[in-house]
């Protein structure tokens, strides 16, 4: 009994320090989310490092990735834009340090954040943590202590068994996906009738949940709060906007415009001056692509033109 | 609730096991596992479970009132009235439903119902039935109401087998203090976390790689290689699946110091379809060869009755599985080989082999050749198994003959490879490991034995070197368990 017992540790525990290096070799080849976030940002970094203050650098999630033209918007601005966002499961902060050594005075950023970054947050999600320790594993290791570890416990071994395949495999093409200055590009129209339009029709039609309730008291601000303060002192302008969003008429009732005032008083008080609107990031049926808040390649052109034009008066000028 | 959730895990067990350890007399702890058993259908869906207790309380009275009038006709009567009651239940919920929609001019004036099938139906109507049928046979007595409650209620087998006969557990029922021995809730917790293994670190990994084919087909071009990559990941899916299960919930009887029915035997080491049908599922097996293929055949049957009872017995098993035509066409095939197969061994060149057999050289190859056309035959009629439908079973049955081209219109090959290696990794495990039943053979743990379990080195003790294994195992799946939403258990759709 005791032998079996003692046997039972030392095998949990030899199978544990296995695990975890096991996990950081394997996972960057694993097939999943974060293997594209890591394709992705190695592209926008390579975009970041071959560009030059001032700059424009989009912060956002999924909705920013395929709801802005960075190429659209440089053309509006005659200045280097570069879309850093990414997916709602990579948390804000993470972004925001990976760029606060590498954006200089005369460089801006915007955070046109989705609404569920403002609730109580699902913070370093089991994706998230992944994402982290694939994209930037140094960054990573410093915002949460025992990263390795912390990935690995919360790995499923039938899931990374699943999804590895051979190491170094070649996959879907990451050109195809991503432009080379961060947009998410392959957001075309599907034909009418087709189980892709069918099933967005479907996802549109679902009701809009209720916006999360205190979003002034959200962890968000405590977490940004520092990174955005780094940039401010390094001359680095920050500023806020909408993410695009399907245009659900329940965004008219006082809840969900009692939720935007909130939301701009909030960047108010860190600072951060909001750029447009809510409703300039509310997009027709026509306009989406495959949920509530992707719009179609046209509809993020449009878009691109419009938000240039509102930044353009915000920006410092290349002298500054 | 399944085994492997974490409510199952984290709260129902440890109550459970805590709850056994305070009762001090053996009484209260049956009462327990009751109460606990109850509790456990109940998490799945409370509307069904006096559907439970009124199978339970109504096969019992039937029972009682056949053994005051056995020999009688009025006792034979009640046992006709009993088996009706049962069928007629498992019918409206199982086959109504099919009968209207898929059997043409039978019930076409008929609606349908949109009643879910109550979980584990065909297991606990089928034990009770085997029940009803020895209790009119006079092999069983008068039972004890809480006796009865806890021979079909036991959670362990209650939601997908093993198919329980009541006379192997009576005796157990009769000793047991319904705790397991140190030793025995060792052993209990081992096979329980083998079991877990395989199923949330094997079966499920496997999931995703038989979607694709049998689910998300549609629209979707298909190559063989998908389809043969999907058909053997299915086989090993339902393997790991189904003896997971098994080994979890003997594991669990065995916490509670009882011991079920072996359930598998290495199936996929068969060397004929009918050596198949003893290893896997074998108490399903048992129930179907004494109370329908046996009674079919009478005291002395000829070939071609042997014949027709085997593929009748074989079409009634696979509507037992699911009220499909799939299910109907998997059991008429594996009825037609069984045929086959008999008809083979009985034929003249039959015998001949059977004469070379006996030559040692011959033999191998010949049992390699036979274990492998059974292998084969059991993988490639999992695509029945699996479609949701004929139309699906057709398309896919042509693909995997090439009619759609060799190549995966959207597999790369090192995904290819990645799967097949894993793929062939199972396929060894599963042709030369050996099986729990094996492994822990000296520990005692089913009522029954196995006539053809092969004597292994691999013994379990508990020593060091099963607690680095166990250890092992119990750390991946739990890993597996928290990162993860609980599935059910395929045979939980029987």
């Known amino acids: 009994m005791t032998r079996f017992l003692t046997g039972t540790a030392l095998g949990a525990v030899a199978t544990w320090l296995a695990w975890v290096p096991l996990c950081q070799y394997w996972l960057p080849h694993a097939n999943g989310v974060h293997w594209f976030l890591d394709q992705a940002y190695a ?123 051979v190491p170094g495999a070649v996959r879907r093409e990451i050109n195809e996906e991503v432009s080379p200055l961060g947009d998410y590009v392959n957001n075309q129209p599907a034909a009418p009738g087709t189980a892709f339009a069918k099933n967005k029709i479907e996802r549109l039609a679902k009701a809009l949940q209720a916006p999360p309730s205190t979003p002034g008291a959200s962890p968000l601000w405590e977490h940004l709060a520092e990174p955005i303060a780094r940039l401010q002192t390094n001359g680095v302008k920050v500023l806020a906007a909408q993410a695009n969003y399907f245009a659900d008429p329940a965004y008219d009732t006082p809840i969900w415009q009692e939720f935007f005032g909130e939301i701009a008083q909030s960047w108010d008080r860190m600072n951060v001056p909001m750029v447009g609107k809510p409703s300039d990031g509310f997009f027709p049926e026509e306009k989406m692509w495959d949920s509530r808040s992707h719009v179609v390649e046209s509809a993020s052109e449009d878009r691109a033109i419009h938000f240039a034009a509102q930044l353009l008066p915000l920006l410092p000028s290349p002298q500054d | 609730m399944v085994f492997s959730s974490k409510e199952f895990l984290g709260i129902f067990l440890p109550l459970v096991l805590l709850g056994l350890l305070l009762c001090r007399r053996s009484e209260w702890r049956r009462v327990l596992l009751i109460a606990a058993s109850l509790w456990f259908y109940a998490q799945w869906n409370v509307s069904y479970l006096p559907l439970l207790l009124g199978s339970i309380c109504c096969n019992w009275l039937v029972g009682r009132f056949m053994v005051a009038r056995r020999g009688t006709r009025v006792g034979k009567y009640a046992l006709w009235l009993g088996v009706t009651a049962n069928l007629f239940t498992i019918s409206f919920f199982k086959y109504w439903n099919f009968l209207v929609e898929d059997v043409p001019g039978v019930f076409s004036t008929a609606t349908t119902h949109q009643l879910a099938l109550p979980l584990g139906i065909s297991f606990f109507t089928f034990q009770q039935v085997v029940f009803l049928v020895e209790t009119w046979r006079g092999r069983i007595g008068r039972v004890h109401p809480l006796e009865y409650g806890f021979f079909v209620a036991f959670f362990p087998q209650l939601i997908a087998g093993p198919i329980v006969d009541y006379q192997e557990m009576r005796p157990q029922l009769a000793k047991t203090s319904f705790l397991g021995t140190q030793r025995q809730i060792l052993a209990g917790v081992f096979l329980f976390v083998c079991g877990l293994f395989k199923k949330v670190v094997i079966a499920d990994l496997l999931e995703p790689w038989v979607a694709e084919s049998f689910d998300a087909w549609e629209g979707k071009l298909l190559g063989a290689t998908d389809v043969w990559l999907s058909t053997f990941a299915y086989s090993f899916q339902l393997y ?7 080994d979890m919930a003997m594991g669990l009887a065995l916490l509670c110091g009882l011991r079920l029915p072996a359930n598998f035997n290495s199936p996929y080491q068969a060397t004929s379809i009918g050596d198949f049908w003893r290893r896997w599922h074998m108490t399903f097996g048992r129930l179907i060869r004494n109370y329908l293929y046996l009674p079919l055949l009478g005291s002395s049957p000829g070939p071609m009755r042997m014949v027709l009872g085997l593929v009748a017995v074989m079409f009634l098993g696979g509507l037992w599985h699911g009220a499909a035509w799939t299910f109907v066409a998997w059991g008429v095939a594996h009825g037609v080989a069984l045929a086959a197969a008999m008809v083979f061994r009985k034929s003249p060149l039959g015998k001949q082999v059977a004469t070379w057999a006996e030559k040692r050289l011959f033999r191998l190859g010949w049992m390699q050749a036979c274990w492998l056309a059974t ?43 990645w799967r097949a290696i894993i793929l062939t990794s199972l396929f060894v495990f599963v042709r030369i490991a050996p099986n729990t039943l094996q492994i822990l053979q000296r520990e005692n743990v089913t009522t029954t034995v196995p006539k053809d379990l092969v004597a292994t080195r691999l013994i379990w003790q508990p020593n060091l070197r099963w607690g680095l294994v166990f250890g092992a195992m119990l750390l991946l799946s739990v890993l597996a368990v928290v990162n993860r939403d609980s599935s059910p258990f395929i045979y939980f759709n029987f």
Not at chain 1, 77 to 83: A, G, K, Q, S, T
Not at chain 1, 91 to 106: K, S
């Open chain 2, 375 to 417: 292998f084969l035959f059991v993988v490639l009629s999992r695509v029945l198994f699996r479609s949701p439908s004929m139309g699906t079973a057709s398309f896919l049955g042509q693909t995997l003959g090439g009619a759609s081209g060799w190549a995966s219109p959207h597999l790369s090959s090192a995904e290819i490879y």
């Open chain 2, 240 to 246: 790991f699946d189904f003896s997971g299960y098994s």
């Open chain 1, 43 to 165: 592209r926008k970094d390579q975009a970041l490092a071959t560009t030059t203050a001032p700059r424009v650098v989009l912060v956002g999630a999924s909705s920013v990735a395929y709801g802005f033209r960075a190429n659209v918007m440089a053309r509006e601005l005659d200045r280097p834009v570069i879309n850093y966002a990414g997916t709602a499961a990579l948390d804000i902060d993470f972004l925001l340090w990976r760029l606060v050594p590498n954006l200089h005075a005369g460089d801006t950023v915007v955070l046109p954040l989705e609404h569920a970054y403002y609730g109580e947050s699902s913070r370093r999600s089991a994706l998230c943590l992944r994402a982290m320790s694939a994209i930037d594993p140094q960054t990573g290791g410093q915002l949460v202590p025992w990263l390795g570890s912390r990935v690995a416990a919360r790995t499923d071994p039938a899931w990374l068994l699943a999804s590895a395949p």
